[in-house]
């Protein structure tokens, strides 16, 4: 964590020692991490064999696999945001839209999950709307002061042109000043600019407390998983080429061709003196089979991360599909608490900006609701609502069904068909409604249409 006395401002030299301890890290921390969700292991870099030895180069990506896994149970189902103020509602829905938001906290909960943490940034745009875009810890970092509230006082942002210079710009509580390196640090002081926002305005996003990747811990495993799966595909290719020993008879080009071609051996030499057979080192077949089974259990054990591809994993349903899903549910409780820190510091800095024409303190009222993507049985889940019925709330009830995307919707949805079935005589007769008084006369006067049918 980066930070800097209440008493200091952020000037170039400070700010070009946080660049270069950032630029550290980068190296030596986030890009194995990326490096490795893109496939990109060590085994590919280590020093090639001998010719005449096999050197297969097999990675197993494990990385990318748990960060997907875990992404799509966690926020899969898109969040959900709850707010009794209509006013308010419709305001969020539309910065929701606007921005793509199903889509950003989706890439935002990638990020966190593969460096630890990630970042969220707030602008108004050309139009005088809230902007709001997702930046990873490669590009971006928040210097904080040093009291154990770990407020932040600057939020950082570079970028390299065509040119590999380095741009960035450095935001604090009231503007916006950009800076370029080219040699040393120089602010550009004519494009500063007061952002508007009651704070720094950007969110630091964390899987945990550690800002620890989700397959940090078994980033060694997977190294070992990858070297000891190729060592296994270069014994095949031995095997399969494994040398010829002929003992006790010496062979010229032409008859070594002809056993190679033709794949017949025949010789006129006394048959106690042949020896004829492959050359075989030591078969190492079980060990290898033992460390590869060992490792890949351990890395989807430690992870906490189901391995949802295992034939058995398919085979269970109810109690025991959730039991089996159990470790990777603490881990995703864990990440939502901290993403709903962060989604509440949003909404917090937006609502403070005057062009979002909302009052200051109605972030309050957003409540996000994050939904686990079990597998859904939607014949149990029904049962299970209808069971409540009389006991809970009706909202509590339709928050039961996974098929429902949007409560309140769907409250006002069946407050809208009760209307036109109390307003409708024909709909009131056929679903047992009460009809208005006059619908109800029409109904019972002799002679009447209503009456005859």
Known sequence: MFRLEDD????????????????????????????????????????????????NRIAVNFAKYIVDTMNGFFIGIPVKLQCDDEEVSKYVEFLDQYNDQDDNNAELSKICSIYGKGYEMYYVDNDSRIGITYLDPLEAFMIYDD???????????????????????????????????????????????????????????????????????VLTMIDAYNKAISEKANDVDYFADAYMKILGAVLD?????????????????????????????????TTQEHLIDRLEKLIFQISMVANISDENFGTSSGIALKYKLQSMSNLAKTKERKFNSGMNRRYMLIFSNPVSGMKKDDWVKVRPVFTRNFPANVLEETQIACNLDGITSKRTQLETLSIIDNVDKEIERIEEEETESRNDPVMSQMFGGTATDGQQNLLEEPGSGAAEA
């Open 8 to 55: 200091e401002i952020l000037d170039e030299d400070k700010l070009g020692r946080f660049l270069s301890q950032h630029s550290a890290e980068v190296i030596f921390r986030y890009k194995p991490l990326l490096e490795a969700y893109m496939t990109e292991y060590p085994i590919f870099r280590e020093p090639p064999k001998p010719k005449y030895k096999p050197d």
């Open 147 to 217: 009291s154990v509230l770990e407020n932040p006082r600057y939020f950082v942002r570079t970028y390299l042109d065509s040119n590999n210079v380095l741009h960035g710009s450095v935001s604090d509580d009231e503007k916006v000043r950009y800076f370029v390196q080219k040699g040393k640090i120089q602010f550009l002081d004519e494009y500063e600019n007061k952002h508007g926002f009651a704070g720094v305005p950007a969110t630091e996003y964390r899987e945990n407390a550690e800002e620890q990747g989700i397959f940090e811990p």
């Open 253 to 285: 080009e032409e008859e070594i061709k002809h056993i190679r071609d033709d794949r017949i051996i025949n010789f006129d030499e006394d048959a106690d003196r042949m020896i004829v057979e492959f050359l075989q080192k030591p078969d190492g077949d």
